[in-house]
Each structure stands twice: as structure tokens, then as C-alpha cells.
């Protein structure tokens, strides 16, 4: 009587004995419950790794629709499938075929992400971007945007106007293709500073940026109808704002965003005047998001330290931001959570939006529905859910690093954190047997919930990023604290001043200045703590590859469920395929049968090549005048991803920033053994000590790199090649720095060492002035492989020295305006020319890295 009972859903007759009634009930309806959202969860995530893992590695640009749709019915078809399955044995105990049904609605479901994630990835490829440009190539462009994200110029400099980076949507333009569609922007000089959420008339001349990533560099985190190029709004004239905007949800919202940042501007002044640009900084990225004002070395400092995360707006800020919220009105109280929710979803409306924030926020929904539905809501089920939601919406977070380290760390926490923290520290004393429980049991939750965080996250950080700190985890229990009184403190003031402009931030000794005062002084010592920190312990540098990215993020899912399995048989069975299976990879990466190598990096306008000899690595240039960060940004990850885990020497041709500008972050992110310049910058730098080149230099010793410069004449030999510096002689006079650029000659033993030595001629930026010297003092001279000078800037000294050396193989980097502007077609006519803003990444001898 009881089964009929419940399977017809009738009210159970008395005399029954409820308590078996409902027992039973539960055991026939878990299979149900959280294993059905684990099931859909999971195998979304899984179909659309795959299908990303599958597309990086195709080898067509484009894909046939006709995949994704026999994808897409496959799945349909399995899922109707389970369904059938799963209801048929719903109130019985045929626990077979309720198995098989779970198999068919996991093959469902991962077939249906695959086929979103292939769609998606056809658009993004099939785009037919040729066509769009040469449908907007006209020099001048007129358009109605609606800004959706808004930045200021990292490189802009004090004597002349901000230069004001965007973001919009594009409402109106003459030709239809790109109405829709994402547009970024660069706008000279404004009268007045536009907010997120303005629609703009602009006329502005469009810029083509077609420049090929490098392997290893990160994927942009813009969306796939990003336009691939930049709207340059040279003047303020150019711009018609609408004024008398709608009353709406939108204009509330950019009203007090913008009383927001006003705020937050007021109180990063003060920091930059009272404390300095580290404060400034630390304030304007924990409140707004923006990182445009952190100082280069805090970042690389951080990255080295493991607390990167303390930088950008992560989990762990909207954490302390609920916390600060729910601690006064009670976190085990209805009322306290959801004024931590609000709390949350209020922060990320006035700050910049990004991917971090984003994933923040869905991460600090998903806890705050645990919280809120308590034992009723199975938190890994809801958490799988949740992210396969967020990969449906956008199927390009799978192709970023940080939407994988967020996922990654909170399976870990979620699955492994209670269990970890058992085993290390003890059963928790939630009733207060002793005085001291209090603390202890906060400490040991933070500890665990770091190194379990850690713990999970190092494979996949690993396989991305090539550096690893051991002090990651107790540097973050340190800082945390602070990071929490910086936050409090200035949310605090922030709101008063965005309330009562001028009443938490100014000279009149109000008790309302307390926050501020706080925040300000307590921003400046956490700066210095994670610069501290950064100098403590050199990080631990490895080399990447193809497969280690692949199989990074597996490897980082197998240590986040291992560190929470109560059996220590299967824990460390786990662990230990982990930990071999990284070693194994990122000690394979980079290796290349030929006795030596040349890469020249895809950086835009500016220069980087490696050579390669046997083991030994050096870098010739490292510098772009279009990318800023290049260091960071660039350089660091595809070195990483070709192989390099140090550089034995970094050579610099000439003072300009397009050659120089990202060693800084080289030094201070990997193990870089010498610097190398010439002489003349080399004196530049000391007679100048406050100039650019003078304060460059400072940062390169302070990191504890030796910096040596050489001249004609000088040679050095690194396993089987041989360096000559051929110009310029020092102290020699030149009328510009360009002349006085280093000419190296390289003599390489080729692929088969019988054979005549391979010479290589590295150019620099000479021009005529130093061309001319460089024939008179060497008219013999001839090599295979030649740098175009100055980045394939034409003159007629620079047609003459190519046809001298004669080379059969032609270095070109450069961006696409000196491209589109080529006259060096017919000098070039029967030799192989590589340019990287066509090609890409180039490697000599001819394969890929």
C-alpha cells in the first residue's frame, strides 16, 4: 500500500508509518535532484571545451554549418531520448535504465553545447571581416554608438590631453553591415568626459588592426562582433552628445554611476597626494575596476607575489563587500542575506564592466543561493548549473584564462573546502567550547580555503602563464585583512562624497574624513606589502605548450575534486597523476630539433626577435608603440609558450620606446640574466637620470639585473653562434638616435653543420646616416637573413644596403600602416619576406614554434 501510495501521489491513510513513507519517497526522487543539474552542468562544460580544445587545433579557417547542425539533432534526438528514459523508471526502481537515461541526457546536453560552441566559434571565423572593411574602408566614417564600456589610456601623458578609450554599439551607420556590432574608439581630445550608457554622433577616420596573435598570447576577453579595428576621433568638434536623455532604468543608472566616479576621483586624488600613485591606484582598481593607474612594477610585483587577484575586482572583493554588508545585520539571517546580495548587485552597477566583474557577480549569486536556500539547495549541482549557463550565453569565456581560473577555484571550494578542512585543522568549534575558537576557526577556514584555491588553480595557472609562487597563500592571509579595511573604508567614503560631494574628502576635519583618511593610508600599505612580497621569493618559471594548455584545465579539475575525496588511496593516486603529468609537460615544451632558432614576434609597431642557440635564449628589441603593456601582455606569455622559462640577455638596439618598452616587465616577471645596450644609451641613462630612458634603467637595476653596453668591435659567443657588433663605434656623434641603433651580425651553424654557417644581420632602427657608415666600415658585407631597417621605413640608403648584404630571407616587423605604405616590393622581388603584421609570428628555420 505504501508504493501505490506514492506512486500515485495520493495522502497517506492513517496507521501508515509517514517517517518509512517519506524515507522511501527520498530515495526514489535523489536521483532526480542534484544529479540531474551535476549531469546537465557538467557535460555542458565538457561539450564546450571539446569543441573549443577541437577548433583551436583546426587547421581550416572556416567551418561548414552543416557540423554544428548535425550536432545540434544528435543532441536533441539523445536528450528526448533520456527524457523518456528517465520518466518511465520515475517511481520504480529500475536503477539501470535510470543510469542510462542520465548517460543519454549528459550525451544530450554535450552535444547541444558543442554545436553552440561551434556555431559560435563559425561567426567568429566566417565573419568575412575583409569584406566588412572594405565596405567601411572609407578614411572619414560617420556613426551613432551607445558607449558600453569605458577606459582611459594607460599611456596618455600629462602635457596634452587625456586620450579616452571606449567602447559602443553601433545604432546607426550608412553601411548596414556593421549596425549591431561592437566598435571601439579613440577619442584625442574631449570638452567633457562621456559615461557608459551616452549615445555619441561621431565622425571619425577608421583604423584596420588586423595584427596576428602570437601562440601564448591571451585571447581578447571582447566579444566576437567586435569590429577588428578602431574609430580615431581626432577632435572634440567631431562629437555630437544627445542631450536630454529618457528618463529610464538606464539614465538612473548612469547618474549614479557617474556620482560614483566622481567620488571615487575626488579620493583617488587625495591618495595621489597625500601617500602616492601606489594608493591612487590601489583606490581607483578596487572601486571602479579600472587598473589604467597601477603602477607597472605593483603589477608585475603582484604577479610575482601570487596576489594578482588582489588587483582586479574578483570573488574575493564582492566577498568582503557582502561580508561588510551582512556581518551588522546577521550572515545567518534571511534579512543579512539578501542585503548582501543587493549589496553585490549594487557594486557591480557602478563599476567598470569587464569579464571579471561579470563571472564575479554570477560567482557571488551562486553563493548567496546556497546561503539563501541553505541544505534545500545542492550548492555543486546549482554551481555546475550556473556555469554552463554562462558558457551558453557567451561560448567564448571557455577560450579565457580567467573565466577558467574563477570555475576552477570555486569547484575547488565547493567540493573539496569542508573535507580539506576537516583533515588539516580539526573538526570546526562552532559552539564556543574554547575562548580561543573564534579566531582559530576563522584562520583555519581562510588557510584552507586559500591553499585549496592555490592547490586547484596551479596546473591551469601553469599551462597559462608559466610562473608559480609559493607564497601565494600566506602572502594572501596577510593581505586580506588589509585588503578588507582598504575596501571598507573607502566604499564608506566614496558613498559620503558621492551623497555629500566635498563633505569625506577635502581639508575641513570632518569625522566623515575618517574613512577616506583611512582608506588612503591603508591602500598605501598594501601596495607596499605586494611590492614586498614581489621581492621576497622569486617566483618559480616554467616553459608552456600546445598541450599543456589543453590539458591544463583538466589536470586543475582533477587537483580541486582530489583535495576533497575522503579516501587518501584515490587522493593521492590523483595528486600524484597531477603533479607528474604537469612536470612531464611543461619540461617537454619548447623543444626543437634544430641547433638554433629565430622568432620574431607579431608586436605591432615596434620589435622583438629570439634567438635561440642550444639552450641559451636572447632577445633582440622588446618594444611596441601600439600595445601598451606589450611586456605583460605580450612578450612574457609567447616566450612561456615557445619554450623560454629564462633569458640569458635582452639586447636593446636604441633608446626608443618601441625597442625598449617592455623589458621592464621582462625583467621583473622572468629570469633575465643581462641587459645589453649600447653606448650611447647606456650614457644617456646616466647623464639623464630623470628622463624616460634614465628612470627605465633604474627600474631595470632595481630588479637586480646587471645592464652592460657594448659597441663596434665587441664579441661575445653563445654555444655555437658568434656576435658581432658591427655599429656603432662609441661615443661616435649621431644626428638622431635612430643612427646610432646596434647593427649585430650573427654566424649560426646551420641544420647540418657540414654545410657553410648561417649569418644573420639584426638592424635595429639605422638610417642613412648610420647606413652609410655602416658600408663604408664594412664593404664586404653579406647575410642570409636581414632585418629590414627601421621597421621597412624607405630610403634609398636602406634599397643599398639590401642589395649589398644580398639576404634570401627579409625580416619585416612593423604594424599595417608602414605595410600598406610599402615601397620596398621591388627591392624585395626574388627573396622570402616575412612581415609580421601579415604573417604573424615567423620562425626561422621555417616550422612552427
Known amino acids: 500500500m505504501t508504493d501505490a501510495t506514492i506512486e500515485t501521489g495520493s495522502s497517506v491513510s492513517p496507521g501508515v508509518n509517514t517517517t518509512s513513507v517519506e524515507r522511501q519517497g527520498e530515495e526514489l526522487l535523489r536521483p532526480h535532484g542534484g544529479r540531474i543539474g551535476m549531469v546537465v552542468g557538467g557535460a555542458g562544460l565538457f561539450g564546450a571545451w571539446t569543441t573549443r580544445v577541437f577548433l583551436e587545433h583546426l587547421e581550416s579557417p572556416t567551418i561548414d554549418i552543416g557540423g554544428p547542425a548535425i550536432i545540434a539533432t544528435i543532441g536533441m534526438v539523445v536528450i528526448v531520448i533520456s527524457v523518456v528514459l528517465i520518466r518511465e523508471c520515475s517511481g520504480s526502481r529500475n536503477h539501470g535504465r535510470h543510469r542510462l537515461g542520465m548517460v543519454f541526457l549528459g550525451l544530450g546536453v554535450a552535444f547541444g553545447f558543442a554545436s553552440r560552441s561551434a556555431i559560435h566559434e563559425m561567426s567568429r571565423r566566417s565573419d568575412a571581416s575583409m569584406q566588412i572593411i572594405s565596405a567601411i574602408s572609407p578614411p572619414v566614417m560617420a556613426l551613432e554608438v551607445c558607449l558600453t564600456e569605458i577606459s582611459s589610456d594607460p599611456e596618455r601623458s600629462p602635457d596634452r590631453d587625456p586620450i579616452l578609450r571606449a567602447t559602443g554599439r553601433v545604432i546607426h551607420a550608412k553601411n ?239 567540493w573539496s573546502s569542508k573535507s580539506a578542512r576537516r583533515r588539516w585543522f580539526g573538526p570546526a568549534d562552532r559552539i564556543g567550547v574554547r575562548r580561543s575558537s573564534l579566531f582559530e576557526d576563522r584562520f583555519a577556514t581562510a588557510a584552507t580555503a586559500g591553499i585549496v584555491a592555490w592547490g586547484s588553480t596551479l596546473p591551469l595557472v601553469l599551462s597559462r602563464f608559466g610562473s608559480m609562487s609559493l607564497i601565494s597563500v600566506p602572502a594572501t592571509l596577510v593581505a586580506a585583512p588589509i585588503l578588507i579595511l582598504v575596501l571598507g573604508t573607502a566604499i564608506v567614503a566614496a558613498g559620503i562624497e558621492s551623497i555629500l560631494p566635498g563633505a569625506a574628502v577635502g581639508d575641513a576635519g570632518s569625522l566623515a574624513m575618517v574613512p577616506s583618511a583611512i582608506a588612503v593610508r591603508m591602500a598605501g600599505g598594501l601596495g607596499d606589502l605586494i611590492q614586498e612580497c614581489g621581492r621576497l621569493m622569486e617566483p618559480i618559471s616554467v616553459s608552456t605548450s600546445r598541450v599543456g594548455v589543453v590539458l591544463g584545465l583538466p589536470l586543475a579539475l582533477l587537483v580541486a575534486v582530489s583535495l576533497g575525496l575522503e579516501s587518501n588511496r584515490v587522493r593521492w593516486s590523483g595528486l600524484a597523476v597531477a603533479v607528474i603529468t604537469s612536470m612531464s609537460i611543461t619540461q617537454s615544451a619548447g623543444r626543437t630539433e634544430s641547433p638554433w632558432a629565430i622568432h620574431m614576434l607579431s608586436v605591432g609597431d615596434g620589435t622583438a626577435i629570439l634567438v635561440r642557440d642550444g639552450e641559451r635564449n636572447i632577445l633582440f628589441d622588446a ?227
Not at 276 to 300: C, F, H, S
Open 176 to 414: 548596414t553591415w556593421i549596425v549591431g556590432r561592437t566598435v571601439r574608439l579613440r577619442f584625442d581630445h574631449l570638452d567633457r568626459l562621456p559615461v557608459v550608457g551616452d549615445r555619441l554622433k561621431v565622425r571619425g577616420r577608421w583604423q584596420f588592426d588586423p595584427r596576428p596573435r602570437n601562440p601564448g598570447e591571451p585571447v581578447s576577453a571582447r566579444s566576437s562582433d567586435l569590429l577588428p579595428g578602431m574609430i580615431v576621433v581626432p577632435h572634440a568638434d567631431l562629437v555630437d552628445q544627445w542631450s536630454g536623455r529618457r528618463f529610464g532604468l538606464t539614465s538612473i543608472r548612469n547618474d549614479i554611476r557617474g556620482r560614483w566616479w566622481a567620488a571615487v576621483e575626488a579620493l583617488v586624488e587625495e591618495a595621489n597626494h597625500s601617500v602616492g600613485a601606489t594608493a591612487a591606484g590601489l583606490i581607483d582598481a578596487l572601486l571602479t575596476g579600472r587598473r589604467q593607474r597601477l603602477p607597472e612594477g605593483l603589477r608585475n610585483a603582484a604577479v610575482r607575489a601570487g596576489l594578482a587577484h588582489l588587483l582586479a575586482i574578483s570573488g574575493l572583493h564582492v566577498g568582503i563587500i557582502a561580508g561588510l554588508v551582512m556581518l551588522p545585520l546577521g550572515s545567518n539571517r534571511i534579512t543579512g542575506r539578501v542585503a548582501g546580495i543587493i549589496a553585490v548587485l549594487a557594486f557591480s552597477l557602478v563599476v567598470d564592466p569587464g569579464p571579471s566583474v561579470d563571472r564575479s557577480v554570477w560567482m557571488a549569486g551562486i553563493g548567496g543561493l546556497i546561503l539563501l536556500g541553505g541544505r534545500r539547495v545542492r550548492g555543486r549541482s546549482l554551481l555546475l548549473l550556473v556555469l554552463a549557463g554562462i558558457v551558453w550565453v557567451d561560448p567564448a569565456m571557455m577560450r579565457r584564462a580567467g573565466f577558467e581560473l574563477t570555475a576552477i577555484a570555486t569547484i575547488g571550494l565547493v
Open 623 to 849: 618594444g611596441s608603440s601600439s600595445i601598451g603593456g606589450v611586456g605583460r601582455r605580450v612578450l612574457v606569455p609567447t616566450l612561456r609558450r615557445l619554450g623560454v622559462s629564462a633569458l640569458d640577455a635582452v639586447i636593446v638596439s636604441h633608446a626608443n620606446s618601441d625597442h625598449y618598452g617592455g623589458v621592464a616587465d621582462l625583467v621583473e616577471l622572468m629570469p633575465v640574466d643581462r641587459v645589453v645596450v649600447g653606448e650611447m644609451m647606456h650614457r644617456q641613462a646616466r647623464s639623464e637620470p630623470s628622463s624616460a630612458v634614465g628612470r627605465w634603467m633604474v627600474r631595470i637595476q632595481a630588479a637586480g639585473v646587471e645592464v652592460r653596453s657594448v659597441e663596434r668591435g665587441d664579441e661575445f659567443r653563445t654555444g655555437t653562434m658568434r656576435w658581432r657588433v658591427l655599429h656603432p663605434i662609441g661615443g661616435e656623434p649621431t644626428r638622431s638616435l635612430n643612427d646610432g641603433s646596434l647593427v649585430l651580425s650573427l654566424e649560426a651553424v646551420g641544420i647540418n653543420p657540414e654545410m657553410n654557417p648561417v649569418r644573420i644581420l639584426l638592424c635595429g632602427d639605422i638610417q642613412s646616416e648610420g647606413i652609410g657608415r655602416l658600408l663604408s666600415r664594412e664593404p664586404d658585407l653579406r647575410a642570409d637573413v636581414m632585418e629590414l631597417p627601421h621597421h621597412g621605413s624607405w630610403n634609398p640608403t636602406a634599397v643599398a644596403l639590401l642589395g649589398q648584404v644580398d639576404p634570401q630571407i627579409v625580416l619585416q616587423s612593423t604594424g599595417p600602416i608602414r605595410w600598406r605604405r610599402d615601397r620596398f616590393a621591388d627591392a624585395c622581388r626574388g627573396r622570402l619576406r616575412l612581415v609580421t603584421c601579415r604573417d604573424g609570428l615567423v620562425s626561422l628555420p621555417r616550422g612552427d614554434p
